[in-house]
């Protein structure tokens, strides 16, 4: 009985050790992530609150206002147009990123995209999509680039003339920025590089007349909300307002290819998955040994 009473004591010790052993090495690489990007742009990483810069990053939902129509812009073909030219009898998909972004904005128009695949409307057709950048600095070429990219993305070439992808200058992006209500801060960049820009995800409905109608917010959007948000629209129906539940694009870090704010806040939900598996693995070997030795 010793000897048994011996090797479960023996049992119970090794896994206490086992798990203490794995605790502390998922821990360690976890803080020694998080410490670089709390120094560098987010304070102290274990705070819940955001940096102060996205302190003036929202949307603000301004629904039933209206845009500024006569706002000069260039289309991707290098074309002077105005806000207005898109406004006629079909409703419009705006939305406001910046061509260059690396993360956040590419996975905006992903979304929107993968949402038009299973709307049964058709851009050109029955509304309009869009698109306008909010740095002064991006040219037609850059938008011409992108056009194609994510009219492709969507399959159906013969929709491209449904799809409006604009530049302008920055007295125009602010007034109509101003208007959708969506907020966005220059950040500092390295030398040489494309400029970076905090803002939140969203796309927005417009009814024909011009006036904000609905609002979607993150990345990824209901295919059947937004085709019920065009047909609203297309009668000039307003929408109600949507939980303001944002998603940023904030920092992106070239050398990693992540957010610093989202990376940093995924390690700690990492580790505070890794200390609930280990404190179960151990609490039922010591449940085990126990039920044992009774």
């Given at each position: ?168 200058e920055q ?26 820009f905090a ?70 939900a990492g ?24």
């Amino acid at each position: 009985m010793k000897t048994k009473d011996a090797i479960r004591s023996t049992s119970a010790s090794g896994c206490f050790v086992l798990a203490m052993s794995l605790l502390l090495a998922a821990a360690t690489p976890a803080s020694a992530q998080v410490a670089p990007y709390g120094e560098k742009t987010m304070g102290d990483p274990a705070m819940d609150r955001l940096p102060d810069v996205l302190n003036t990053v929202k949307i603000e939902q301004r629904l039933g206002k209206p845009l500024p129509l006569d706002t000069p812009f260039r289309d991707e073909t290098g074309k002077a147009v105005k806000l207005g030219d898109y406004f006629d009898k079909k409703p419009v998909i705006l939305s406001l990123v910046y061509y260059q972004c690396q993360i956040l904005c590419a996975e905006d128009l992903n979304g929107l995209v993968g949402a038009l695949e299973m709307v049964h409307l058709t851009p050109g057709k029955d509304f309009q999509i869009v698109i306008v950048s909010i740095d002064p600095a991006e040219t037609p070429a850059i938008a011409s680039a992108k056009k194609a990219i994510y009219v492709k993305r969507y399959g159906r070439l013969d929709t491209a003339a449904g799809w409006h992808f604009l530049t302008g200058e920055q007295p125009a992006i602010k007034a109509l920025a101003q208007a959708v209500g969506f907020g966005y801060v220059r950040l500092p960049g390295p030398t040489g590089k494309p400029p970076l820009f905090a803002h939140a995800s969203s796309i927005e409905v417009v009814t024909p007349e011009g006036r904000m109608a609905q609002y979607y917010l993150g990345v990824e959007y209901s295919p059947r909300d937004l085709q019920l948000g065009l047909v609203e629209a297309s009668h000039n129906t307003i929408g109600t307002p949507v939980d303001n539940i944002l998603t940023y694009c904030y920092r992106y870090d070239p050398k990693l290819n992540r957010h610093s704010l989202v990376i940093a806040r995924i390690v700690q939900a990492g580790c505070l998955l890794t200390f609930l598996g280990l404190g179960s693995f151990m609490l039922v070997n010591f449940r085990r040994d126990f039920k044992s030795k009774g």
